[in-house]
């Protein structure tokens, strides 16, 4: 019932969605990702393919422990472009982002749960997120990396950037990482070069992005305790006054 209302929703307003997924077949399990375009005559109508994540993180005690690995490097024909994915792990290692270039893979769309920071897209030289680059450079393709805002293994809410690297590695947009959010870029697979992009991070005031923590904390330790609502007890001092415009962005005035 959900991929069928995706599908309606894909059709209401034009757009192609990848959406990820546990997707069960038998007694089998795989980390999914379904592409799903109105136009696609399927079957199933709407589903214009899916990828299965072959590379799974964590060896025998990690995801290994739950799903089964895939083994496609499945390449799809999206309005003209010829787009792979690359399931977040799957980028680490060579293998899969090779495979899906050499079945003609111009774009790699690679989803994510890990927390990537906009400074490990913005800043990559000395960061773990280097793998990024390096596939890129491989490759010469474009790169689009969508990550969650996911929960360190404290609990704690951690920023996730959604971003576009063109093949000769520069930077064409990222996002800020705290909010939901809208990345619009332009593809054109006749332009390799280009300028990076603005830092959606360190071009911010450090109070903005400490009040945008603040906001995205609150509103995920509300949304995983249950609560609809919050009660507030106010001196009028600055400190209930600052708790009460957090409160207020973070859940709404209302």
Same mark, same amino acid.
């Given at each position: 019932?959900?991929?069928?209302?995706?599908?309606?929703?894909?059709?209401?307003? %034009?757009?192609?969605? &990848?959406?990820?997924?546990?997707?069960?077949?038998?007694?089998?399990?795989?980390?999914?990702?379904?592409?799903? %375009?109105?136009?696609?005559?399927?079957?199933?109508?709407?589903?214009?393919?899916?990828?299965?994540?072959?590379?799974?993180?964590?060896? /025998?005690?990690?995801?290994?422990?739950?799903?089964?690995?895939?083994?496609?490097?499945?390449?799809?024909?999206?309005?003209?472009?010829?787009?792979?994915?690359?399931?977040?792990? @799957?980028?680490? @290692? /060579?293998?899969?982002?090779?495979?899906?270039?050499?079945?003609?893979?111009?774009?790699?769309?690679?989803?994510?749960?890990? +927390?990537?920071? /906009?400074? %490990?897209?913005?800043?990559?030289? %000395?960061?773990?997120?280097?793998?990024?680059?390096?596939?890129?450079?491989?490759?010469?393709?474009?790169?689009?990396?969508?990550?969650?805002?996911?929960?360190?293994?404290?609990?704690?809410?951690?920023?996730?950037?959604?971003?576009?690297?063109?093949?000769?590695?520069?930077?064409?947009?990222?996002?800020?990482?705290?909010?939901?959010?809208?990345?619009?870029?332009?593809?054109?697979?006749?332009?390799?070069?280009? @300028?990076? &992009?603005?830092?959606?991070?360190?071009?911010?005031? &450090?109070?903005?992005?400490?009040?945008?923590?603040?906001?995205?904390?609150? +509103?995920?330790?509300?949304?995983?305790?249950?609560?609809?609502?919050?009660?507030? +007890?106010?001196?009028?001092?600055?400190?209930?006054?600052?708790?009460?415009?957090?409160?207020?962005? &973070?859940?709404?005035?209302?």
């Amino acid at each position: 019932p959900s991929i069928r209302r995706l599908v309606t929703l894909a059709r209401e307003l %034009d757009i192609i969605l &990848a959406v990820g997924m546990t997707e069960l077949d038998g007694n089998r399990a795989y980390i999914t990702h379904v592409l799903i %375009d109105p136009a696609a005559p399927g079957p199933p109508t709407g589903i214009l393919g899916t990828h299965r994540k072959s590379a799974l993180a964590g060896g /025998p005690t990690g995801e290994a422990s739950v799903w089964d690995q895939g083994n496609d490097a499945n390449v799809f024909t999206i309005r003209g472009h010829k787009v792979g994915i690359a399931i977040c792990f @799957e980028s680490v @290692e /060579p293998e899969t982002c090779a495979a899906l270039r050499a079945n003609g893979a111009e774009i790699i769309l690679a989803p994510y749960a890990n +927390g990537t920071r /906009p400074t %490990d897209i913005t800043r990559p030289a %000395d960061n773990q997120r280097r793998y990024i680059w390096d596939r890129v450079r491989e490759n010469q393709v474009w790169y689009i990396g969508c990550d969650a805002t996911p929960h360190d293994p404290d609990g704690n809410l951690t920023p996730g950037t959604a971003y576009a690297i063109r093949p000769d590695g520069s930077l064409a947009a990222a996002n800020d990482g705290f909010n939901d959010d809208l990345l619009i870029t332009d593809f054109d697979p006749a332009i390799n070069n280009g @300028e990076n &992009a603005a830092d959606p991070y360190t071009e911010r005031p &450090a109070e903005w992005r400490l009040f945008e923590a603040l906001k995205l904390g609150v +509103g995920d330790y509300l949304h995983k305790t249950g609560f609809r609502s919050a009660v507030l +007890g106010l001196s009028g001092g600055i400190d209930s006054a600052v708790t009460a415009v957090v409160a207020a962005a &973070a859940l709404g005035a209302d």
